[in-house]
């Protein structure tokens, strides 16, 4: 059974930094994409970016561009997601995706593994 789960999400102050990691069991993607995507309060789910787990390649939303920086370490299944000058715009539910396909964008439907989502929550 495939599982991801999230750790790190917690309560910060804006301009603070703080890092997400998104561990996988029970299948490795090392040929394949993980990605973070986020919902806030009211709204859809969106894409904040991903990593291509063989080779690293990442692509991010525009409004994390320049202060989220996602990387990975295949060894231990395991994908980051290190946020910095976070805004209270940034307040989230926080899900770690997966698929084995390499070629995929930012379409939810392009992920088939979800975590349970960590709540990120920047105050002002």
């Known amino acids: 059974q495939v599982e991801l789960v999230e750790f790190g999400g917690g309560l910060v102050q804006a301009g603070d930094s703080l890092r997400l990691s998104c561990e996988g069991s029970g299948r490795t993607f090392n040929d394949g994409t993980m990605a973070w995507f986020r919902q806030a309060p009211g709204k859809e789910r969106e894409f904040v970016g991903f990593i291509r787990m063989s080779g690293g390649n990442t692509l991010y939303a525009d409004s994390v561009e320049g202060r989220f920086t996602i990387s990975r370490d295949n060894a231990l299944n395991t994908m980051f997601l290190q946020m910095n000058s976070l805004a209270v715009e940034d307040t989230a539910v926080y899900y770690c995706?997966?698929?084995?396909?390499?070629?995929?964008?930012?379409?939810?439907?392009?992920?088939?593994?979800w975590g349970q989502g960590t709540q990120v929550t920047v105050s002002s």
């Open positions: 995706a997966a698929t084995p396909r390499t070629w995929v964008g930012g379409a939810r439907n392009d992920y088939q593994y």
